[in-house]
Structure formats: C-alpha cells, structure tokens
C-alpha cells in the first residue's frame, strides 16, 4: 500500500484515492490463507496502474537510478580485480544495488540518496554468506541464469554478471515482460546495454512482481535446464520462489527489507544476503 501512494505520486495527477481505493479493493478481494503475496501484489498493482491511467510510473526514477549507479561499475569492478576472493566482491558489488527498490519502508525513497548509503552497504558486507557453497555450484553447471531485480540495481550486477563470465559461464538474464514497479524491463536493459554484457536476454514474458513460475516462456525455462543453476536478485524474485523447490538451485542475492523475508529466510532484517536453495532431494 506504501508502493501504491508513493507511486501515485511519481506519476502526479492528483489520483492517489483512487489508486488506494483500487488497491484496497484488491487485497479484500485476493487476500486468503494459500494466495502468495507476489500474486495479490501483482494484482493491486495492476489495478492501480490502472487507476492513475499509466503503464509505468516509474519510467522516470528507473532512468535516473541508472544514471546515478553508473559511475559506481567501474569503481568496483576495479576493487574486484584487486581482490584475493573476487567473486565474494563482485556480490558485494551487487547486492549494494538492491537498496534501490524505491517505495519500500526500508529501501532509499530518491536515487540520490544512494551516493550517502553506498559506503555503508559495502562495509556491512555479507551478512548470510552461501558463497563458498555457489562456488562450489559453479565449478558443475555450464551457466547461469540470472533474474534480475530493480533498474540502477542492474548497473551494479554487471560486475557480478562479468566475474562470472570471467569463470567460463554462459549467463542468460531474466528481466520483467512488462514494467511493474522499478524493476528491469527489456528496454530498461537495452538503455543501459545489459543485452551486451550477456550471451543472450530473455523475459519473464508477462506483467508480474517477480516470476510466475506456473507461467514461464519456454525458452526460459529450456535455458534454466540448460545452465543448471538460478541467481536470482530481490525480494520479490525470492516471494515469488520461496515456496517451491525448483529442478535446479537456485541462490538469492539480496538485502532483507522486510521482517516476513528476513524471518523466512531465518535471519535478521536489513543485512544483505547470499543463500543457496538446493533442488529437492539434492
């Protein structure tokens, strides 16, 4: 609800009633014991798209994010070739960006605001760290496949995305088949020529917080097969995953902005985290 009458207001016009009005009528019509919160999520927000009368609220912030994490990539990409663990770093690198989650209680409200956390969030480091055991993953699969999260966020997971092809990995990116939120869309990563730093991009194919994963392309899903292994960036990608075991692993890289995550995951809230889901019976 927060994201709803803050994105109301990005958009302007004077409709956040309505908007909330939407939404509410949303949530007392989805809201039931077995309804995940990414399905009614992607139902209040898509009724409060509808309610401002836009396709994507955020397309301005989303521009400005980016340009604000730009001139951070090779400032750590640089610190990650000085390491003694580069992969350890080029997460580090990655999970500073998912602060940009704009509209969140515990996320920075503005780009701005990144230049006066950034510091912080890299000293904090790794506070639930499964890197070793995704070292250990990478050394058996062919690729990976990453779900991307929030724009100026995917400026800094070309770092991650860079050291990983430096390890001999086909990388497959998973971006939003529509805007939603501030998250990456095919546009978004064609602005910022994430497509580039890939060997190949596909869609979730669909308007959705996260992944429906009842619904995915079939490209994708011959691609998650084919790789062997899933990162997957965000909050919402891990909502939208942590009640189902997938056939392959899959490791979350996020920051736990919110206490239902954070206790999900059996840790606290606001540290950043690396954490490996095996397929079931692995």
């Not at 994010?65 to 951070?72: C, L």
């Not at 990539?73 to 610190?79: I, K, R, S």
């Not at 605001?113 to 890197?131: I, P, R, S, Y």
Request: hydrophobic residues 40%; negative net charge.
């Amino acid at each position: 609800m927060r994201r709803v009458l803050f994105q109301s207001r990005l958009e302007g016009g004077g409709l956040e009633f309505e908007a909330v009005k939407a939404a509410v009528d949303v949530l007392s019509d989805r809201m039931a014991d077995g309804t995940t919160s990414v399905d009614i999520a992607t139902d209040v927000h898509r009724r409060a798209y509808q309610a401002i009368g836009s396709d994507d609220p955020y397309r301005d912030i989303k521009v400005r994010a980016d340009t604000v994490a730009e001139p951070y990539v090779d400032m750590l990409e640089a610190a990650v070739e000085r390491s003694d663990d580069p992969l350890r770093s080029a997460i580090v690198a990655a999970v500073v960006g998912n602060i940009m989650d704009f509209g969140g209680g515990s996320a920075i409200s503005d780009p701005d605001e990144f230049m006066g956390v950034f510091d912080g969030m890299v000293a904090q480091g790794l506070g639930c760290d499964d890197t070793d055991v995704l070292r250990e993953l990478l050394e058996r699969v062919p690729g990976v496949v990453y779900m991307f999260d929030n724009c100026g966020e995917s400026q800094l997971d070309k770092v991650l995305i860079r050291q990983l092809r430096r390890m001999g990995k086909r990388v497959v990116g998973v971006v939003r088949g529509a805007p939603i939120l501030n998250d990456v869309t095919e546009e978004d990563a064609l602005r910022i020529g994430l497509d580039r730093e890939m060997d190949r991009l596909l869609t979730t194919g669909k308007f959705y917080v996260g992944i429906d994963w009842d619904d995915i392309p079939a490209e994708l899903e011959k691609e998650i097969r084919g790789c062997g292994l899933i990162i997957a960036k965000g909050m919402a990608n891990y909502e939208a995953t942590s009640d189902r075991r997938l056939p392959v692993p899959i490791v979350h890289i996020l920051r736990t902005k919110c206490m239902p995550v954070a206790s999900s995951l059996g840790v606290p809230e606001n540290i950043n985290v690396v954490r490996v889901i095996m397929p079931e019976g692995a």
